[in-house]
């Protein structure tokens, strides 16, 4: 990538894509970093008050929450983490033939985001865009795949002229691996979230609580949101 033309970066606000921000701030050293979050009618809309803190926090050149109302209708109760799903289910109660695409899964979720943020760089000039995929360890996304990445990567390359390139450098990271980058980069792990049932304190129980939960265990340290 060319550090002088910036980067755009996806930022949902959990712990993937604040460790996704700092490593690009910090380790790549870009000029300027665009971060954009989503309001998609997500369930847990908590993490965008996450997303803002840590963009402000890294003093991000642009940060702007994109509004995608329309997916509700779109989407109408097909997922368990939009606001008018069916309940989220405990990780202990998705059945094991379910995990490799659980009802958590919005449907083409990171296609569509891609492409915004994409037409995104494209209009400004960058020429990077950032996701924070990365290889969960207890269920999992078609969508947050390496042969994911390989072609969107090549659909973008048909542009006759100024392509986009898709990144995910955490694409083959446990969640611990993330953690464990978060404390090298000093995160502030208090302005992350994750619980997909986006209550006022994490339900422990849902998919990303308990991957969460074991990530920070697996490493003998402590998360904050939930200590």
Request: net charge negative; glycine share 8%.
């Amino acid at each position: 990538m060319n550090n002088e033309n910036g980067a755009v970066v996806l930022l949902s606000g959990g712990i993937d894509s604040t460790v996704l921000l700092h490593h690009v701030a910090k380790e790549l050293k870009c000029a300027s970093i665009h971060a954009l979050s989503f309001d998609y009618g997500q369930r847990h809309a908590k993490e965008l008050a996450c997303a803002k803190w840590q963009a402000e926090s890294i003093g991000v050149t642009q940060y702007r929450v994109i509004e995608l109302a329309f997916l509700k209708d779109v989407l109408s109760g097909a997922s368990t983490l939009m606001a008018d799903g069916p309940p989220v289910p405990d990780l202990q109660d998705i059945p094991g033939g379910d995990t490799e695409q659980p009802p958590t899964y919005v449907p083409n979720r990171n296609m569509m985001l891609l492409s915004v943020a994409a037409a995104y760089a494209e209009a400004n000039g960058i020429r990077d865009v950032f996701y924070g995929a990365q290889a969960q360890d207890e269920y999992g996304y078609w969508d947050c795949t390496a042969d994911f990445l390989q072609r969107i990567n090549t659909v973008l390359s048909l542009n006759r002229r100024d392509s986009i390139i898709i990144h995910a450098p955490l694409i083959t990271k446990s969640k611990a691996d993330s953690v464990r980058k978060g404390i090298e980069l000093g995160i502030d792990f208090n302005h992350t979230w994750s619980c997909y049932r986006g209550g006022d304190t994490p339900c422990g129980t849902c998919p990303t609580c308990v991957e969460r939960s074991n990530a920070f265990k697996a490493l003998g340290e402590r998360d904050p949101l939930t200590s």
